[in-house]
Protein backbone atom coordinates (compact mmCIF):
# COMPACT_ATOMS: atom_id res chain seq x y z
CA UNK A 1 0.00 0.00 0.00
CA UNK A 2 1.34 3.65 -0.99
CA UNK A 3 2.58 5.57 2.71
CA UNK A 4 -0.14 7.43 3.36
CA UNK A 5 2.24 10.94 2.96
CA UNK A 6 2.51 9.81 -0.95
CA UNK A 7 -0.94 10.06 -1.51
CA UNK A 8 -2.41 12.93 -3.52
CA UNK A 9 -5.23 13.20 -1.07
CA UNK A 10 -2.65 13.25 2.09
CA UNK A 11 -0.83 15.66 -0.34
CA UNK A 12 -3.74 18.18 -0.84
CA UNK A 13 -4.44 18.05 3.11
CA UNK A 14 -1.07 19.44 3.80
CA UNK A 15 -1.57 22.06 1.17
CA UNK A 16 -5.12 23.39 2.48
CA UNK A 17 -3.16 23.81 5.87
CA UNK A 18 -0.88 25.52 4.79
CA UNK A 19 -3.62 27.66 3.38
CA UNK A 20 -5.84 27.71 6.59
CA UNK A 21 -2.74 28.62 9.07
CA UNK A 22 -3.44 31.97 7.51
CA UNK A 23 -7.22 31.89 8.48
CA UNK A 24 -8.91 32.94 11.94
CA UNK A 25 -11.80 30.72 12.76
CA UNK A 26 -13.80 33.45 13.88
CA UNK A 27 -13.80 35.07 10.61
CA UNK A 28 -15.36 31.73 9.27
CA UNK A 29 -18.15 32.47 10.91
CA UNK A 30 -19.22 35.19 8.62
CA UNK A 31 -20.68 32.99 6.93
CA UNK A 32 -23.96 32.39 9.01
CA UNK A 33 -24.75 28.78 7.63
CA UNK A 34 -21.50 27.67 9.38
CA UNK A 35 -23.37 26.37 12.56
CA UNK A 36 -25.40 24.00 10.43
CA UNK A 37 -22.68 23.23 7.85
CA UNK A 38 -20.16 22.15 10.85
CA UNK A 39 -22.12 20.38 13.30
CA UNK A 40 -24.14 17.04 12.51
CA UNK A 41 -26.54 15.70 14.84
CA UNK A 42 -25.37 12.20 16.63
CA UNK A 43 -27.22 9.58 19.16
CA UNK A 44 -28.59 11.18 21.62
CA UNK A 45 -26.96 14.28 21.19
CA UNK A 46 -25.22 17.39 18.57
CA UNK A 47 -21.45 17.35 17.65
CA UNK A 48 -20.35 20.70 17.12
CA UNK A 49 -17.26 21.07 14.90
CA UNK A 50 -17.82 24.14 13.82
CA UNK A 51 -15.16 26.15 15.96
CA UNK A 52 -12.17 24.82 13.87
CA UNK A 53 -9.65 25.90 11.17
CA UNK A 54 -11.82 23.81 8.70
CA UNK A 55 -13.50 24.66 6.05
CA UNK A 56 -15.70 22.86 3.57
CA UNK A 57 -12.79 22.20 0.42
CA UNK A 58 -10.78 21.09 3.81
CA UNK A 59 -13.38 18.69 4.95
CA UNK A 60 -14.01 16.98 1.46
CA UNK A 61 -10.21 16.84 1.35
CA UNK A 62 -10.27 14.88 4.87
CA UNK A 63 -13.32 12.52 3.62
CA UNK A 64 -11.50 12.13 0.44
CA UNK A 65 -8.70 10.53 2.20
CA UNK A 66 -11.13 8.62 4.37
CA UNK A 67 -12.12 7.39 1.23
CA UNK A 68 -8.95 6.43 -0.44
CA UNK A 69 -7.86 4.78 2.80
CA UNK A 70 -10.63 2.47 2.38
CA UNK A 71 -12.65 3.02 5.29
CA UNK A 72 -15.71 1.83 4.30
CA UNK A 73 -14.52 -1.35 3.15
CA UNK A 74 -12.13 -2.01 6.32
CA UNK A 75 -14.98 -1.59 8.41
CA UNK A 76 -16.78 -4.25 6.44
CA UNK A 77 -14.24 -6.37 6.84
CA UNK A 78 -14.03 -6.03 10.71
CA UNK A 79 -17.80 -6.65 11.10
CA UNK A 80 -17.67 -9.68 9.27
CA UNK A 81 -15.49 -11.33 11.72
CA UNK A 82 -12.18 -11.40 9.83
CA UNK A 83 -8.71 -11.70 11.64
CA UNK A 84 -8.71 -7.76 11.68
CA UNK A 85 -6.37 -7.57 14.55
CA UNK A 86 -3.95 -9.24 11.82
CA UNK A 87 -0.41 -9.82 14.38
CA UNK A 88 -2.56 -11.74 16.69
CA UNK A 89 -4.71 -13.07 14.07
CA UNK A 90 -8.06 -12.11 15.87
CA UNK A 91 -11.13 -11.00 15.09
CA UNK A 92 -12.51 -7.73 16.69
CA UNK A 93 -16.07 -7.93 17.41
CA UNK A 94 -16.75 -5.85 20.08
CA UNK A 95 -19.38 -4.71 18.40
CA UNK A 96 -21.34 -8.20 18.33
CA UNK A 97 -21.58 -8.12 22.06
CA UNK A 98 -24.41 -5.19 21.72
CA UNK A 99 -25.13 -5.95 18.06
CA UNK A 100 -29.21 -6.37 17.03
CA UNK A 101 -30.77 -9.97 17.82
CA UNK A 102 -30.90 -10.69 13.77
CA UNK A 103 -27.01 -9.62 12.56
CA UNK A 104 -25.60 -13.48 13.83
CA UNK A 105 -21.89 -12.28 13.78
CA UNK A 106 -19.04 -14.20 13.19
CA UNK A 107 -15.76 -14.30 14.25
CA UNK A 108 -13.22 -16.17 12.19
CA UNK A 109 -16.17 -17.60 10.34
CA UNK A 110 -17.74 -19.16 13.98
CA UNK A 111 -20.78 -17.85 14.63
CA UNK A 112 -20.55 -16.08 18.58
CA UNK A 113 -24.05 -14.70 19.17
CA UNK A 114 -25.08 -17.90 21.24
CA UNK A 115 -21.89 -17.73 22.98
CA UNK A 116 -22.80 -13.65 23.93
CA UNK A 117 -26.15 -14.86 24.94
CA UNK A 118 -25.20 -17.08 27.26
CA UNK A 119 -23.23 -15.04 29.16
CA UNK A 120 -25.53 -12.21 29.27
CA UNK A 121 -28.00 -15.05 31.39
CA UNK A 122 -25.48 -15.92 32.66
CA UNK A 123 -24.46 -12.33 34.22
CA UNK A 124 -28.36 -11.58 34.66
CA UNK A 125 -29.18 -14.34 37.10
CA UNK A 126 -25.71 -13.73 38.90
CA UNK A 127 -26.55 -10.02 39.35
CA UNK A 128 -30.01 -10.45 39.98
CA UNK A 129 -29.60 -13.23 43.08
CA UNK A 130 -26.89 -10.91 44.51
CA UNK A 131 -28.62 -7.75 44.31
CA UNK A 132 -31.66 -9.42 45.15
CA UNK A 133 -30.40 -11.05 48.62
CA UNK A 134 -30.54 -14.40 47.77
CA UNK A 135 -26.85 -15.16 47.09
CA UNK A 136 -25.17 -15.35 50.65
CA UNK A 137 -21.60 -15.22 51.98
CA UNK A 138 -20.44 -18.00 54.11
CA UNK A 139 -22.51 -17.03 56.88
CA UNK A 140 -25.52 -16.73 55.54
CA UNK A 141 -25.23 -13.13 55.08
CA UNK A 142 -26.52 -11.05 51.77
CA UNK A 143 -23.62 -9.28 49.88
CA UNK A 144 -23.55 -5.62 50.87
CA UNK A 145 -20.25 -4.68 49.02
CA UNK A 146 -18.63 -5.85 45.81
CA UNK A 147 -14.91 -5.29 45.54
CA UNK A 148 -13.89 -5.40 41.76
CA UNK A 149 -10.19 -6.42 41.02
CA UNK A 150 -8.92 -5.51 37.69
CA UNK A 151 -6.33 -3.36 35.85
CA UNK A 152 -6.46 -1.28 32.37
CA UNK A 153 -9.41 -2.56 29.84
CA UNK A 154 -10.58 -4.73 32.78
CA UNK A 155 -11.13 -2.11 35.09
CA UNK A 156 -11.49 1.74 33.44
CA UNK A 157 -14.48 0.46 31.56
CA UNK A 158 -16.67 -0.60 34.55
CA UNK A 159 -15.44 2.14 37.06
CA UNK A 160 -16.05 5.11 34.28
CA UNK A 161 -19.36 3.37 33.81
CA UNK A 162 -20.43 3.11 37.35
CA UNK A 163 -19.51 6.48 38.67
CA UNK A 164 -21.35 7.96 35.33
CA UNK A 165 -24.34 6.23 36.36
CA UNK A 166 -24.19 6.15 39.98
CA UNK A 167 -27.66 8.24 40.23
CA UNK A 168 -28.91 4.50 38.57
CA UNK A 169 -27.46 2.55 41.76
CA UNK A 170 -29.27 0.34 43.94
CA UNK A 171 -26.71 -2.76 44.73
CA UNK A 172 -24.50 -3.09 46.87
CA UNK A 173 -21.55 -0.81 47.27
CA UNK A 174 -18.89 -0.97 44.38
CA UNK A 175 -15.54 -0.65 45.55
CA UNK A 176 -12.48 -0.84 42.47
CA UNK A 177 -9.27 -1.95 43.32
CA UNK A 178 -6.36 -1.62 40.50
CA UNK A 179 -3.05 -0.77 42.00
CA UNK A 180 -0.64 -3.19 43.01
CA UNK A 181 0.46 -0.73 45.89
CA UNK A 182 -1.06 -2.29 48.77
CA UNK A 183 -2.24 0.74 50.11
CA UNK A 184 -5.33 0.15 47.93
CA UNK A 185 -6.55 -3.13 48.74
CA UNK A 186 -5.50 -2.30 52.48
CA UNK A 187 -7.71 0.42 52.72
CA UNK A 188 -10.73 -0.96 50.68
CA UNK A 189 -10.39 -4.35 53.00
CA UNK A 190 -10.29 -2.18 56.04
CA UNK A 191 -13.51 -0.83 55.92
CA UNK A 192 -15.11 -4.34 54.44
CA UNK A 193 -17.24 -7.42 56.00
CA UNK A 194 -15.62 -10.48 55.08
CA UNK A 195 -19.04 -12.33 55.30
CA UNK A 196 -20.35 -9.83 53.23
CA UNK A 197 -17.67 -9.06 50.47
CA UNK A 198 -17.86 -10.68 47.32
CA UNK A 199 -15.03 -10.12 44.97
CA UNK A 200 -14.87 -9.86 41.46
CA UNK A 201 -11.48 -10.91 39.49
CA UNK A 202 -11.52 -9.59 36.14
CA UNK A 203 -8.48 -10.64 33.92
CA UNK A 204 -8.55 -11.18 30.40
CA UNK A 205 -5.31 -13.63 31.13
CA UNK A 206 -5.48 -14.37 33.89
CA UNK A 207 -1.85 -13.59 34.00
CA UNK A 208 -1.74 -9.50 34.94
CA UNK A 209 0.53 -9.64 37.97
CA UNK A 210 -1.18 -6.35 39.85
CA UNK A 211 -4.05 -8.21 39.13
CA UNK A 212 -2.86 -11.55 40.70
CA UNK A 213 -1.39 -9.91 43.56
CA UNK A 214 -4.68 -7.77 44.21
CA UNK A 215 -6.42 -11.28 44.52
CA UNK A 216 -4.09 -13.12 46.58
CA UNK A 217 -4.26 -10.67 49.03
CA UNK A 218 -7.94 -10.58 49.15
CA UNK A 219 -8.25 -13.95 49.28
CA UNK A 220 -5.88 -14.65 51.94
CA UNK A 221 -7.94 -11.90 53.88
CA UNK A 222 -11.14 -13.70 53.26
CA UNK A 223 -10.02 -17.15 54.26
CA UNK A 224 -8.34 -15.74 57.36
CA UNK A 225 -11.65 -14.83 58.58
CA UNK A 226 -13.88 -17.65 56.86
CA UNK A 227 -11.47 -20.55 55.76
CA UNK A 228 -10.88 -22.17 52.62
CA UNK A 229 -14.96 -23.07 52.15
CA UNK A 230 -15.77 -19.47 51.30
CA UNK A 231 -13.93 -18.99 48.50
CA UNK A 232 -17.14 -20.65 46.64
CA UNK A 233 -19.37 -17.80 47.31
CA UNK A 234 -17.45 -14.90 47.61
CA UNK A 235 -15.08 -15.55 44.52
CA UNK A 236 -16.01 -14.69 40.81
CA UNK A 237 -13.68 -14.25 37.96
CA UNK A 238 -14.17 -13.04 34.70
CA UNK A 239 -11.77 -14.13 31.98
CA UNK A 240 -10.97 -16.03 29.30
CA UNK A 241 -8.54 -18.39 30.74
CA UNK A 242 -10.46 -20.27 33.03
CA UNK A 243 -7.86 -23.20 34.10
CA UNK A 244 -6.07 -20.42 35.68
CA UNK A 245 -9.34 -18.79 37.22
CA UNK A 246 -10.05 -22.48 38.82
CA UNK A 247 -6.65 -22.65 40.28
CA UNK A 248 -7.41 -19.74 42.38
CA UNK A 249 -9.80 -21.82 43.74
CA UNK A 250 -12.77 -20.22 41.97
CA UNK A 251 -15.66 -22.77 41.24
CA UNK A 252 -16.35 -22.86 37.17
CA UNK A 253 -20.16 -21.77 37.51
CA UNK A 254 -18.36 -18.74 39.06
CA UNK A 255 -16.23 -18.05 35.92
CA UNK A 256 -18.17 -15.80 33.13
CA UNK A 257 -16.58 -15.96 29.80
CA UNK A 258 -14.13 -13.49 27.58
CA UNK A 259 -13.73 -14.04 24.39
CA UNK A 260 -10.18 -13.27 21.87
CA UNK A 261 -12.36 -11.35 19.84
CA UNK A 262 -13.07 -8.85 21.98
CA UNK A 263 -9.34 -6.67 23.02
CA UNK A 264 -9.08 -5.93 27.01
CA UNK A 265 -9.99 -2.03 26.33
CA UNK A 266 -13.18 -2.33 24.23
CA UNK A 267 -14.61 -5.15 26.47
CA UNK A 268 -16.98 -3.25 28.81
CA UNK A 269 -19.72 -4.70 26.96
CA UNK A 270 -18.83 -8.56 27.97
CA UNK A 271 -19.16 -9.79 30.96
CA UNK A 272 -15.77 -7.36 32.02
CA UNK A 273 -19.26 -4.83 32.75
CA UNK A 274 -20.36 -7.85 35.69
CA UNK A 275 -19.18 -4.98 38.41
CA UNK A 276 -22.08 -2.68 36.13
CA UNK A 277 -24.57 -5.11 36.00
CA UNK A 278 -24.10 -5.89 40.31
CA UNK A 279 -23.79 -2.36 41.08
CA UNK A 280 -27.04 -0.72 38.40
CA UNK A 281 -28.82 -4.21 37.57
CA UNK A 282 -28.56 -5.82 34.20
CA UNK A 283 -31.57 -3.94 32.72
CA UNK A 284 -29.48 -0.85 32.79
CA UNK A 285 -26.61 -3.09 31.64
CA UNK A 286 -28.83 -3.87 28.64
CA UNK A 287 -29.82 -0.42 28.10
CA UNK A 288 -25.90 0.41 27.71
CA UNK A 289 -25.73 -1.94 25.67
CA UNK A 290 -29.06 -0.79 23.15
CA UNK A 291 -27.22 3.09 23.37
CA UNK A 292 -24.48 1.71 22.09
CA UNK A 293 -26.30 -0.28 19.19
CA UNK A 294 -27.67 3.13 18.13
CA UNK A 295 -23.89 4.62 17.64
CA UNK A 296 -23.30 0.92 15.86
CA UNK A 297 -25.72 1.42 13.00
CA UNK A 298 -24.99 5.18 12.86
CA UNK A 299 -21.44 4.42 12.19
CA UNK A 300 -21.87 1.52 9.85
CA UNK A 301 -24.52 3.38 7.93
CA UNK A 302 -24.65 6.84 7.86
CA UNK A 303 -22.71 7.93 4.49
CA UNK A 304 -18.88 9.50 5.72
CA UNK A 305 -20.04 13.62 5.63
CA UNK A 306 -22.58 12.49 8.06
CA UNK A 307 -20.87 9.71 9.84
CA UNK A 308 -19.84 11.46 13.17
CA UNK A 309 -17.34 9.16 14.36
CA UNK A 310 -15.73 9.44 10.83
CA UNK A 311 -15.76 13.17 11.28
CA UNK A 312 -14.25 12.68 14.60
CA UNK A 313 -11.28 10.29 13.65
CA UNK A 314 -10.77 12.96 9.84
CA UNK A 315 -10.69 15.82 13.05
CA UNK A 316 -8.06 14.35 14.68
CA UNK A 317 -5.46 13.33 11.87
CA UNK A 318 -6.26 17.28 10.46
CA UNK A 319 -5.39 18.06 13.79
CA UNK A 320 -2.14 16.16 14.70
CA UNK A 321 -0.88 15.28 11.02
CA UNK A 322 -1.81 19.02 9.18
CA UNK A 323 -2.23 21.79 12.28
CA UNK A 324 0.80 20.19 14.65
CA UNK A 325 -1.31 19.50 17.22
CA UNK A 326 -0.48 15.85 18.99
CA UNK A 327 -2.23 16.28 21.84
CA UNK A 328 -5.99 15.98 22.78
CA UNK A 329 -7.93 17.12 26.12
CA UNK A 330 -11.04 15.56 27.17
CA UNK A 331 -12.72 18.14 28.69
CA UNK A 332 -16.58 16.41 30.65
CA UNK A 333 -18.74 19.81 31.74
CA UNK A 334 -20.54 16.77 34.05
CA UNK A 335 -19.47 14.90 36.70
CA UNK A 336 -21.03 11.84 35.36
CA UNK A 337 -17.61 11.85 33.26
CA UNK A 338 -15.31 12.21 35.65
CA UNK A 339 -13.38 9.06 34.66
CA UNK A 340 -13.96 9.12 30.96
CA UNK A 341 -10.82 10.87 29.80
CA UNK A 342 -8.55 8.23 31.61
CA UNK A 343 -11.02 5.90 29.97
CA UNK A 344 -10.69 7.22 26.41
CA UNK A 345 -6.84 7.38 27.20
CA UNK A 346 -6.44 3.68 27.43
CA UNK A 347 -8.53 3.64 24.34
CA UNK A 348 -7.19 5.72 22.33
CA UNK A 349 -3.31 5.59 23.44
CA UNK A 350 -3.03 1.72 23.50
CA UNK A 351 -4.84 1.74 20.44
CA UNK A 352 -2.95 3.69 17.98
CA UNK A 353 -0.13 4.66 19.73
CA UNK A 354 2.33 3.14 16.75
CA UNK A 355 5.13 3.65 15.48
CA UNK A 356 4.63 0.91 12.17
CA UNK A 357 1.91 0.38 9.88
CA UNK A 358 0.27 -3.03 9.32
CA UNK A 359 2.36 -4.56 6.89
CA UNK A 360 5.02 -3.79 9.46
CA UNK A 361 6.89 -0.33 7.66
CA UNK A 362 8.20 2.63 9.16
CA UNK A 363 4.99 5.21 9.31
CA UNK A 364 6.45 8.49 8.30
CA UNK A 365 3.66 10.50 9.78
CA UNK A 366 2.90 10.85 13.68
CA UNK A 367 0.18 8.65 15.11
CA UNK A 368 -2.08 8.57 18.19
CA UNK A 369 -2.86 11.44 19.81
CA UNK A 370 -1.85 12.13 23.59
CA UNK A 371 -5.44 11.79 24.78
CA UNK A 372 -5.47 13.42 28.35
CA UNK A 373 -7.62 15.56 30.54
CA UNK A 374 -10.45 16.17 33.31
CA UNK A 375 -13.63 17.59 34.54
CA UNK A 376 -13.14 21.02 32.53
CA UNK A 377 -14.76 22.89 35.42
CA UNK A 378 -11.46 21.83 37.71
CA UNK A 379 -9.03 22.29 34.34
CA UNK A 380 -9.72 26.01 34.38
CA UNK A 381 -8.32 26.20 37.94
CA UNK A 382 -5.68 24.08 36.73
CA UNK A 383 -3.62 23.57 33.47
CA UNK A 384 -6.66 26.37 30.91
CA UNK A 385 -3.96 29.28 31.31
CA UNK A 386 -1.72 26.72 29.18
CA UNK A 387 -4.74 25.83 26.56
CA UNK A 388 -5.36 30.21 26.40
CA UNK A 389 -2.13 31.74 26.07
CA UNK A 390 0.69 28.52 26.26
CA UNK A 391 2.50 28.08 23.09
CA UNK A 392 1.41 24.25 22.33
CA UNK A 393 -1.87 23.60 20.63
CA UNK A 394 -4.25 21.32 22.12
CA UNK A 395 -7.20 19.35 20.44
CA UNK A 396 -9.91 19.99 22.55
CA UNK A 397 -13.22 17.62 23.15
CA UNK A 398 -15.76 19.57 25.26
CA UNK A 399 -18.51 17.16 26.66
CA UNK A 400 -21.81 18.15 28.14
CA UNK A 401 -25.08 17.26 28.19
CA UNK A 402 -28.58 19.39 28.15
CA UNK A 403 -30.41 18.04 31.11
CA UNK A 404 -28.73 17.72 34.19
CA UNK A 405 -29.01 14.23 36.06
CA UNK A 406 -29.63 16.67 39.35
CA UNK A 407 -28.63 20.45 39.16
CA UNK A 408 -30.01 22.87 42.37
CA UNK A 409 -31.24 25.49 41.01
CA UNK A 410 -28.76 27.67 38.68
CA UNK A 411 -25.47 25.46 38.55
CA UNK A 412 -26.53 23.51 35.63
CA UNK A 413 -26.73 26.77 33.72
CA UNK A 414 -23.42 28.06 35.37
CA UNK A 415 -21.47 25.22 34.09
CA UNK A 416 -22.89 24.96 30.97
CA UNK A 417 -22.44 28.99 30.21
CA UNK A 418 -18.80 28.02 31.69
CA UNK A 419 -18.59 25.35 28.71
CA UNK A 420 -19.34 27.86 26.35
CA UNK A 421 -17.56 30.72 27.51
CA UNK A 422 -14.45 28.73 27.13
CA UNK A 423 -15.22 27.65 23.51
CA UNK A 424 -15.08 31.30 22.62
CA UNK A 425 -12.18 32.71 24.88
CA UNK A 426 -9.83 30.38 22.64
CA UNK A 427 -11.75 30.84 19.43
CA UNK A 428 -11.88 34.84 19.33
CA UNK A 429 -9.03 35.76 22.00
CA UNK A 430 -8.52 39.23 22.91
CA UNK A 431 -6.02 41.41 20.58
CA UNK A 432 -4.07 44.44 21.96
CA UNK A 433 -6.50 46.81 20.93
CA UNK A 434 -9.00 45.28 23.77
CA UNK A 435 -7.19 44.75 25.99
CA UNK A 436 -5.60 48.38 26.31
CA UNK A 437 -9.27 49.81 25.99
CA UNK A 438 -10.16 47.42 29.16
CA UNK A 439 -6.90 49.10 31.03
CA UNK A 440 -7.60 52.43 30.62
CA UNK A 441 -11.28 52.23 30.97
CA UNK A 442 -9.99 50.79 34.38
CA UNK A 443 -8.22 53.70 35.10
CA UNK A 444 -4.51 52.45 34.80
CA UNK A 445 -1.97 54.86 33.91
CA UNK A 446 -0.41 54.75 30.18
CA UNK A 447 2.90 53.17 31.29
CA UNK A 448 1.31 50.77 33.38
CA UNK A 449 -1.39 49.71 30.27
CA UNK A 450 1.59 49.34 27.88
CA UNK A 451 3.47 46.83 30.06
CA UNK A 452 0.18 44.81 30.74
CA UNK A 453 -0.47 44.43 27.58
CA UNK A 454 1.27 41.72 26.02
CA UNK A 455 0.21 39.70 29.38
CA UNK A 456 -2.85 40.06 28.69
CA UNK A 457 -3.21 39.32 25.30
CA UNK A 458 -5.01 36.03 24.17
CA UNK A 459 -4.29 35.60 20.74
CA UNK A 460 -7.20 32.67 20.34
CA UNK A 461 -7.78 31.19 17.03
CA UNK A 462 -8.03 28.06 19.30
CA UNK A 463 -10.04 25.58 18.01
CA UNK A 464 -12.04 23.04 19.81
CA UNK A 465 -15.55 20.44 19.29
CA UNK A 466 -18.27 20.24 21.80
CA UNK A 467 -20.53 16.99 22.13
CA UNK A 468 -23.91 18.34 23.85
CA UNK A 469 -25.77 15.27 25.03
CA UNK A 470 -28.74 15.65 25.27
CA UNK A 471 -28.59 13.77 29.21
CA UNK A 472 -26.42 11.41 30.78
CA UNK A 473 -28.45 8.46 30.42
CA UNK A 474 -27.20 4.50 29.85
CA UNK A 475 -28.33 4.65 26.65
CA UNK A 476 -26.56 7.65 25.45
CA UNK A 477 -23.39 6.93 28.06
CA UNK A 478 -23.19 3.75 26.01
CA UNK A 479 -23.27 5.57 22.47
CA UNK A 480 -20.93 8.41 23.31
CA UNK A 481 -18.60 5.31 24.12
CA UNK A 482 -19.45 3.75 21.17
CA UNK A 483 -18.78 6.34 19.07
CA UNK A 484 -15.38 7.64 20.21
CA UNK A 485 -14.72 3.55 19.58
CA UNK A 486 -15.27 3.78 16.33
CA UNK A 487 -13.47 7.17 16.05
CA UNK A 488 -10.29 4.65 17.02
CA UNK A 489 -11.04 2.00 14.44
CA UNK A 490 -11.11 4.94 11.47
CA UNK A 491 -8.08 6.73 12.61
CA UNK A 492 -6.24 3.39 12.66
CA UNK A 493 -7.24 2.59 9.33
CA UNK A 494 -6.54 6.71 8.19
CA UNK A 495 -3.07 5.63 9.77
CA UNK A 496 -2.69 2.40 8.55
CA UNK A 497 -1.78 0.88 11.80
CA UNK A 498 -3.14 -2.18 13.45
CA UNK A 499 -5.57 -0.79 16.48
CA UNK A 500 -6.02 -3.76 17.73
CA UNK A 501 -2.23 -5.29 19.64
CA UNK A 502 -0.57 -3.86 22.28
CA UNK A 503 3.05 -5.36 21.97
CA UNK A 504 4.06 -1.96 23.39
CA UNK A 505 3.42 -3.12 26.52
CA UNK A 506 4.64 -6.47 26.95
CA UNK A 507 8.61 -5.20 27.25
CA UNK A 508 7.91 -3.66 30.40
CA UNK A 509 5.86 -6.27 32.29
CA UNK A 510 8.84 -8.96 30.88
CA UNK A 511 11.17 -7.31 32.87
CA UNK A 512 9.18 -7.11 36.48
CA UNK A 513 9.69 -10.21 37.30
CA UNK A 514 13.85 -10.03 37.66
CA UNK A 515 13.90 -7.21 39.05
CA UNK A 516 11.46 -8.11 41.54
CA UNK A 517 13.70 -10.78 42.63
CA UNK A 518 16.58 -8.49 42.68
CA UNK A 519 14.98 -6.19 45.06
CA UNK A 520 14.35 -8.97 47.58
CA UNK A 521 17.84 -10.70 46.85
CA UNK A 522 20.98 -9.99 48.75
CA UNK A 523 23.72 -10.23 45.74
CA UNK A 524 24.67 -7.53 44.50
CA UNK A 525 22.39 -6.68 41.28
CA UNK A 526 23.45 -8.80 38.15
CA UNK A 527 22.76 -7.12 34.70
CA UNK A 528 21.72 -3.85 35.40
CA UNK A 529 22.10 -0.30 33.63
CA UNK A 530 24.24 1.58 36.36
CA UNK A 531 20.94 3.84 36.72
CA UNK A 532 18.91 0.66 37.82
CA UNK A 533 21.76 -0.83 40.20
CA UNK A 534 21.88 2.34 41.89
CA UNK A 535 18.37 2.85 42.95
CA UNK A 536 17.84 -1.12 43.56
CA UNK A 537 21.00 -0.51 45.70
CA UNK A 538 19.14 2.39 47.91
CA UNK A 539 16.08 0.92 48.01
CA UNK A 540 17.38 -1.97 49.59
CA UNK A 541 19.49 0.04 51.77
CA UNK A 542 16.12 1.53 53.20
CA UNK A 543 14.12 -1.52 53.18
CA UNK A 544 17.03 -4.08 55.12
CA UNK A 545 17.49 -1.24 57.61
O1 LIG B 1 -2.16 -2.63 29.76
C1 LIG B 1 -2.00 -3.79 29.02
C2 LIG B 1 -3.17 -4.70 29.08
O2 LIG B 1 -2.80 -5.87 28.42
C3 LIG B 1 -4.45 -4.11 28.51
O3 LIG B 1 -4.58 -4.25 27.16
C4 LIG B 1 -5.49 -4.84 29.29
O4 LIG B 1 -6.71 -4.17 29.24
C5 LIG B 1 -4.88 -4.86 30.66
O5 LIG B 1 -3.49 -5.04 30.42
C6 LIG B 1 -5.40 -5.91 31.58
O6 LIG B 1 -5.19 -7.21 31.06
P1 LIG B 1 -5.95 -8.45 31.66
O7 LIG B 1 -7.40 -8.27 31.45
O8 LIG B 1 -5.43 -9.64 30.92
O9 LIG B 1 -5.62 -8.53 33.12
Redesign the pocket.
Known amino acids: MTCRTQLPEWQNLAQHAQRLKKQRIADLFEDSSRFDAFSRPMPFGLYDFSKTLLDQPALEALLALARKAGVEGERARMLAGEPFNATEQRAVQHMALRAAADRHPHALGQPVQPQIDAELGKMEQFSDQVRQGRWRGYSGKQITDVVAI??????LGPQMVCEALASYAEGPALHFVSNVDGVQISRTLAALDPQTTLFVV???????RE?MANAATARRWLVAHGGEAAVAQHFVAV?SAVDKARAMGISPDNIFAMWDWV???F?LWSAIGLPIALYLGMPIFRQILAGARVADEHFTDAPLEQNVPVLMALLGVWHINFLGMPTHAILPYDQALKYLPAYLQ?AEM?SNGKSVTRTGNPVAYDTGAIVWGQLGIDGQHAFYQLLHQGTHEVALDFIGSAVPVAAPEGHHEQLLANMFAQTQALMNGCDVDAVRKDLLARGYNLDAVEQLVPHKVHRGNRGSCTFLLDKITPASLGSLVALYEHKIFVQGVLWDVCSFD?WG?ELGKQLIAGLEQQLTGTEPPQGQDSSTTGLINYYRKLSHS
Open positions: GIGGSNSSKTFTTTTGGRSQEQV
